[in-house]
């Protein structure tokens, strides 16, 4: 039988990792905590200690009280000690924002910025990313990395941008867009990346399926905590499956696509094209707004229940829909319950934790999972 065995610096680097962890998971520990938790002995805790504090990752958080002699030193994380940004490319804008190590959201900006596959566009959201961490006083040399979501398929080496009907682009280069940008960067799916964030958001679920509803409309499944992404990463893409057999146009040049039915374009109100006008005419009881609302929750319940049909699982809905139809969701439910083959309820439906962001914050946690894992 062939043994890998480590070597003395690998297991000081997973005793240094155990204890972080440990006061990651649990906050405000003393060194006694940590020795009696980990097995370890003092000397080695007081050892690691010390290294995660030359490193800047801890700090002291008071002291404990104590019933005789010196009382214990609270020890605590930094969370903001290591950040991380994430960006979210839409067709007309980009939304920057940073998250720190325990994944707590710092504000968000919104940038006009209309998407084009070149250099160019490249060199202006490297500067974007620059001008957000300035105006943040964000230290550059804290960033573990940028991590960017992007509402398309992208080949398994995330090298090319294969198709984004939402951006309007094919075969794009991603080094063209990344290569300005003085961080590592992470880039991925937007739905996939949504789902993600909503996985980190809900310890219990392990296995779901994401529908998100927003101009363009994508998916992901993930079983067992792991993302199925398919045989050529276009997997779960649930807003191009046919619902009317030569129906509607859909961006992505078919037509009857579940998208062409649900996306949030669909709900734009007036010249201004807004959701959320759309909801407020809704609510006043506008009778073509109505009736807009009867279809697109028809199509919106169709392509649920499918996917349910299909995976028998969690579904979450999540997308710019999010933030509008927590009014409707209960009527949704019902609906859904009336046309399920198999159930009687829809209790596997959920909304999606995030109104907002969800996407640039679940690439962002892809820095701060890989840190976690390995300091
Ligand atoms: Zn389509």
Redesign the pocket.
């Known amino acids: 039988m062939k043994r890998t065995t480590a070597t003395t610096t690998d297991l000081k680097l997973i005793n240094r990792n155990k204890v972080y962890r440990y006061i990651y998971e649990n906050d405000n520990v003393s060194k006694q905590d940590i020795v009696l938790a980990l097995g370890l002995s003092l000397p080695t805790v007081s050892q690691n200690l010390t290294e995660l504090f030359d490193l800047g990752l801890l700090c002291y958080a008071g002291k404990f009280e104590s019933s005789g002699g010196r009382k214990p030193k609270k020890i605590s994380i930094i969370p903001d000690a290591r950040m991380v940004i994430g960006v979210e490319i839409k067709m007309g804008h980009i939304n920057i924002l940073s998250i720190d190590l325990k994944g707590n959201t710092y504000p968000s900006e919104r940038l006009e910025l209309t998407f084009e596959p070149s250099e160019h566009y490249g060199r202006f959201l490297a500067d974007e990313i620059e001008n957000y961490i300035q105006s943040k006083a964000m230290n550059p040399e804290t960033i573990l990395g940028v991590g960017i979501s992007i509402p398309g398929v992208l080949s398994e080496d995330k090298k090319h941008l294969i198709n984004a ?1 939402t951006l309007k682009a094919r075969h794009v280069s991603i080094d063209a867009l990344t290569k300005y940008i003085a961080h590592e960067t992470f880039i991925e799916n937007d739905a996939n990346a949504s789902a993600f964030a909503e996985l980190h958001s809900r310890k219990e679920m392990e296995t779901l399926a994401f529908l998100s509803a927003s101009e363009g409309v994508g998916g992901a499944f993930t079983y067992n905590g792991v993302s199925y992404t398919g045989r050529n990463n276009r997997g779960a893409e649930f ?2 499956m046919t619902v009317v057999n030569g129906g509607k146009q ?3 040049g ?1 037509s009857g ?1 579940l ?2 039915y649900i996306s949030t374009s669909v709900l734009a109100y007036g010249k201004d094209r807004r959701v959320d006008t759309f909801f407020k005419k809704l609510k006043e009881g506008d009778s073509s707004c109505k009736e807009i609302w009867e279809e697109y929750l028809t199509f919106l319940c169709m392509g649920i229940n499918n996917i349910r049909t299909i995976f028998d699982c969690d579904i979450i809905l999540g997308g710019t829909l999010a933030r509008y139809i927590g009014d409707y969701f209960e009527d949704m439910k019902q609906r859904l319950s009336k046309i399920a083959v198999f159930e009687e309820n829809a209790d596997y439906l959920h909304l999606s934790n995030y109104t907002s962001n969800a996407s640039a914050i679940g690439t962002a946690l892809h820095f701060t999972d890989q840190f976690i894992k390995t300091v």
């Open positions: 009907p807003g191009h859909c961006a992505c078919k696509c998208e062409a």
